[in-house]
């Protein structure tokens, strides 16, 4: 066999579509028709080059990064209290009665449970709301808690008569419904479309899957918050924030955005190949043969030369079925809707070869 110090090989993703209908623009084999003479001895391999069309499409989210958190209103504490006056079933009906009128959805109630009395706490915020016992409340009621997180709670003891004889008349037994406000989680699916209408239409349905009637998105001019109600306040995810161009980490209504990059928080192209050895990235041994970054122009062909090539050994001696597998940061599969060629360049491995001779 000739003693050549190097070669360049071209696989293209059309080709490979071509040999078998499993194949696409984002993961493709091609088998070689010739054999390929290698140089003889150690030899390593790089990518000097690629061709391809930017994919039409958004890349994928991380994983939890495709949320926009909505909060309505503020947290609320609401201070109540029983007070001892003639009995306590009596005195627990006018506090019922006292709150319906003052509207508080807040209520008392007594199960009998084993012969036992017990008593029940219910609020009707429509939240996660939070209940805090005062300790006189805790005694007589029979509530081994100073602090639930519940909107329905049950003592956990009896109610304790003798504990409520011995209070004052008069006496408040006070306890606190602490009220979050409303919160809503909206999860983008993917992938989104590179179109900021499309990206907002996303947007605007999940909030009517989360039945946010009353606050959409527009883009009109760039992306706006269409609302009456201020009280919104809207937290987006890092890549969100990224997409919509802002470092605010929550605003209200009256965000908006002249300019929108869909490509933003995941701009790199992740080129695989059964060529390398494995390398470590991302704390994981991975056969990458590159990192390119994508590029934003549509319909438009790119050309990338790399320089310096970086090279890795070759893996194997045996170039008859070349794998090439393009993912996204996130690790999916980008899908390209054309061509994209790579062009390898392989070479006599000269360093590693002197160290293998030195160590032998």
Same mark, same amino acid.
């Given at each position: 066999? %000739? @003693? =050549?110090? +190097?070669l360049y090989l071209t696989v #293209? #993703?059309? &080709?490979?579509? *071509?040999? #078998?209908? +499993?194949? #696409? $623009?984002? @993961? /493709?084999?091609? $088998?070689?028709?010739? *054999?390929? %003479?290698?140089?003889?001895?150690? &030899? %390593?391999v790089g990518i000097a080059e690629v061709f391809y069309t930017p994919c039409q499409k958004v890349f994928g989210y991380e994983i939890g990064d495709n949320h926009i958190n909505l909060t309505l209103g503020k947290e609320e504490t609401?201070?109540? *209290?029983?007070i001892k006056e003639v009995l306590l079933p009596i005195d627990i009906t006018s506090f019922n009665i006292t709150c319906s009128e003052q509207g508080y959805p807040v209520a008392l109630r007594q199960l009998s449970i084993n012969e036992k009395i017990y008593y029940q706490i219910k609020t009707e915020y429509g939240g996660n709301d939070f209940i805090r016992l005062s300790e006189t409340f805790q005694n007589v009621f029979g509530f081994e808690q100073a602090l639930y997180e519940s909107n329905e709670?049950?003592?956990e003891n009896p109610v304790n008569i003798a504990a409520y004889n011995a209070l004052p008349q008069g006496a408040g037994m006070l306890f606190e419904v602490i009220v979050p406000p409303k919160s809503f989680v909206l999860k983008l699916k993917e992938p989104t479309e590179l179109t900021v209408d499309d990206f907002v239409s996303a947007i605007n349905e999940e909030l009517l899957l989360a039945n946010v009637l009353d606050l959409s998105f527009s883009s009109d001019e760039g992306i706006n918050i269409v609302s009456n109600n201020t009280n919104y306040r809207i937290t987006p995810? =890092? =890549?969100i924030r990224e997409i919509l161009g802002t470092d605010k980490e929550e605003f209200g209504i009256d965000f908006s955005t002249p300019s929108v990059d869909l490509f933003s928080g995941n701009k790199r192209i992740i080129i695989y190949t059964n060529?390398?050895?494995?390398?470590? /990235?991302n704390g994981r041994h991975e056969n990458i043969g590159a990192l390119l970054k994508h590029e934003r122009l549509q319909n438009t062909e790119v050309h990338k030369t790399f320089s310096p090539v970086q090279y890795h050994h070759l893996q194997g001696d045996n170039l008859a079925s070349i794998h090439l597998c393009l993912r996204n940061e996130t690790g999916e599969i980008i899908p390209f809707s054309q061509d994209f060629t790579v062009t390898f360049h392989i070479r006599k491995g000269f360093e590693r070869q002197r160290e293998s001779e030195a160590k032998g």
């Open positions: 066999m %000739e @003693d =050549r110090h +190097s #293209s #993703s059309t &080709c490979a579509i *071509k040999q #078998s209908a +499993s194949n #696409s $623009n984002g @993961d /493709y084999f091609t $088998n070689l028709i010739n *054999k390929v %003479e290698l140089p003889i001895g150690l &030899c %390593e609401i201070i109540l *209290k029983v709670i049950l003592a995810s =890092r =890549r060529l390398v050895t494995p390398q470590i /990235y």
